[in-house]
């Protein structure tokens, strides 16, 4: 490393004169209070050295009534000037020559009726100094939009702060020149200021990196600054070696120092000295000590410095700097580094190796990505929560599942609460599952999707529990026959329709209504959630046959049947399922019949007549012998008929 002091770095001569002044002044005043008014440069360190050395710093003189009154290279205004006199207080003025010959200008011009224009910092105590020897009535111009806004004067004297750059200078009295009839322009820069501006541009222009010594304050050292910052990229402003960016500052092959007016040479020296020592063991140690310590599998915080087509290069504060491989990037082979990453993005990194052969560190972010996908999964674990898992492959006994960028297992058993025959239908899906094993350490990930379908389920279920109401008709699908009935899934709940509640008519077996996966509707009979016990009923659902019956048929009418049964008082017909009349033994036939069994037997088809509906106790009566007797009459008219024509025909004869 070389280091370079820039030309008329430091004290320049007004503030070593005010700073030898001050010691003098304290020296010959051992039992004479000093004051300093304001702090006698912009620099901590002095003031403080000066302090302890006796030099009392105040702002305003009206209450003093005896001692020695430095007053600072800065100057004052007239007026403080006069009431110091007017106390009779000692004046020490350690104004610099330059700044007093300012004060004299603007008093002069002032005098001869030219409107004063002070090119500066309002606040700076030089310029509030200035303009109080034009009775504070002075314009002070800091930009050249303030420049544009002053109106139109007959005479104008244009002067500037001391420590202002030649360029804002030249600026501003450029814009100030038609402002006036007769105007003045007086180059107020001091020479040094100049000399040190030009010298600190030239070296920062040279160098790797600027050192710019001097309070942060400052204002002349914040010029420094800043015409600093237009040559060099690598610019570090301190005011003592402490401050010195040791770890940054090594990387750099050359080094430009340069310091402001206030700064002594001690400090100066100070901060070359620590500088001149950076090459020793001990430093470079402290730099060492200084830096992030890492190892093989930490993760760290970093700084994206650039991207390439094929690597990410990343600041990890460390001595050398880490690489993310394409590779590492992450387990999507078709992501390029620019996709995921651009300058200046903070990121986190997992160290994979501490140099790579070519003095860089081997960074992964695909490796990051999979601790902290092990870690999520882990707390999905313990929180039992679900996760969405993609189906890569069926494998022998099970699945092969993608979750959160880990491949897991699902065992067949674990697919579904239904039985699964056909593995390969799941590739491509995503399935929502627990982890029912999880060990981090074995990279083992066991998933089931079949216990996020029992627990819908069960949930389903009780919803469904609780929206039961007896007599509320619901859908249902046919799930299994037996003898005694009928199991219906009613929609995660399994109901039975007992064979009585299947049809309205007798049968002998639930086949002959309902078959296995039709869907119907049902009512709810009852139900008994602590039993899990439901009963449906699906002849509830449809019209009585006695209904339709009565609705379609009245007394008088002639219906077919069949005889269902015989007792002694008569016989049973059904004329429709589910609606059977009786033929009273009576009715049977025109003849006397002792026992309907002489006359019918069962399963014989019959033609009856309807004699009687008795609603209230719903029977119907019937009978073959009303029919047998309309029919005789019937045939009689008939043949009388038939008789009278062939009378008539013999007759003709
Ligand atoms: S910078 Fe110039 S004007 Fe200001 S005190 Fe120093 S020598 Fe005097």
Redesign the pocket.
């Known amino acids: 490393m070389r280091i370079y002091i820039a030309e008329h770095a430091g004290y320049?001569?007004?503030?070593k004169k005010a700073v030898d002044m001050a010691i003098e002044t304290i020296k010959d005043s051992e039992n004479i209070a000093t004051y300093s008014l304001g702090p006698l440069v912009h620099n901590y360190q002095v003031v403080n050295m000066l302090s302890k050395d006796g030099l009392k710093v105040i702002d305003k003189v009206d209450e003093l009534d005896s001692g020695k009154i430095i007053v600072r290279?800065h100057g004052i205004p007239y007026n403080i000037q006069k009431k110091v006199e007017d106390l009779d207080l000692e004046l020490i003025d350690c104004t610099?020559p330059?700044?007093k010959s300012v004060h004299r200008k603007v008093e002069e011009y002032n005098n001869n009726g030219y409107k004063i224009i002070i090119i500066g910092d309002r606040e700076h105590p030089e310029v509030i100094g200035i303009n109080g020897w034009c009775n504070n009535e002075g314009i002070i111009v800091n930009n050249e939009e303030e420049a544009r806004k002053i109106p139109y004067y007959d005479k104008i004297c244009i002067v500037s702060q001391?420590?202002n750059t030649l360029e804002k200078f030249e600026c501003l009295s450029n814009i100030l020149n038609n402002k006036g009839g007769e105007v003045k322009i007086f180059n107020t820069i001091?020479n040094?200021?100049n000399l040190r501006q030009k010298a600190c541009g030239e070296l920062a222009k040279k160098v790797d990196a600027m050192v710019v010594i001097g309070g942060y304050h400052s204002s002349?050292t914040n010029k420094l600054v800043e015409i600093s910052n237009r040559y060099c990229n690598n610019v570090y402003h301190i005011e003592v070696s402490e401050d010195l960016p040791l770890q940054k500052l090594v990387k750099f092959n050359t080094i430009g120092i340069t310091a402001g007016?206030s700064t002594p040479d001690w400090i100066i020296k100070e901060v070359v000295d620590t500088m001149n020592n950076i090459n020793n063991n001990e430093i470079m140690e402290a730099i060492e000590n200084s830096l992030v310590k890492i190892h093989k599998g930490d993760i760290v915080k970093g700084k994206v410095i650039y991207v390439t087509e094929n690597e990410v290069m990343v600041n990890i504060n460390y001595k050398s700097d880490g690489i993310i491989n394409r590779e590492e990037l992450s387990n999507d082979p078709e992501v390029r580094p620019k996709d995921l990453f651009k300058e200046g993005d903070e990121i986190e990194v997992y160290i994979v190796k501490l140099d790579d052969g070519e003095g860089n560190v081997v960074l992964s972010t695909r490796r990051l990505k999979a601790i902290k996908s092990w870690e999520e999964l882990e707390e999905v674990y313990e929180n039992k929560e679900e996760v969405e898992c993609k189906v890569l492959t069926d494998v022998k006994g099970g699945l092969s599942v993608l979750v959160n960028g880990i491949t897991g297992f699902m065992p067949a058993s674990q697919i579904s609460i239904k039985y699964v025959n056909d593995l390969t239908v799941y590739k491509g899906k995503t399935l929502t599952a627990k982890l029912i094993d999880f060990d981090k350490y074995k990279k083992r990930i066991i998933l089931s999707s079949k216990e996020v379908e029992k627990e819908k389920l069960e949930k389903k279920r009780e919803e469904l529990w609780d929206s039961l109401e007896v007599d509320k008709i619901i859908d249902g699908q046919v799930e299994r026959l037996t003898n005694f009935g009928a199991f219906v899934d009613i929609g995660g709940l399994d109901g039975l329709i007992h064979i009585s509640d299947l049809s309205w008519y007798r049968i002998n077996h639930p086949s002959e209504v309902v078959s296995e996966g039709d869907k119907i509707q049902v009512q709810v009979l009852g139900f008994d959630k602590e039993k899990n016990r439901i009963s449906l009923g699906l002849k509830q659902t449809l019209p009585k046959p006695w209904d339709v019956f009565i609705k379609n048929r009245q007394i008088g009418d002639i219906v077919s049947g069949k005889v269902v049964n015989l007792l002694d008082f008569g016989a049973f017909v059904r004329l429709e399922e589910g609606v059977d009349g009786l033929v009273h033994v009576s009715q049977i036939s025109k003849e006397h019949v002792n026992k309907p069994s002489d006359k019918l037997e069962i399963d014989q088809e019959v033609k009856v007549k309807i004699i009687d509906i008795n609603e209230d106790d719903k029977r119907i009566s019937l009978s073959i012998k009303e029919l047998e007797e309309s029919e005789e009459k019937n045939q009689t008219i008939e043949n009388k008929d038939i008789g009278v024509k062939i009378e008539d025909v013999i007759k003709d004869k």
Request: aromatic share 14%; with cysteine.
């Open positions: 320049c001569f007004g503030v290279a610099c330059f700044v001391t420590t001091c040094a200021t002349n007016a």
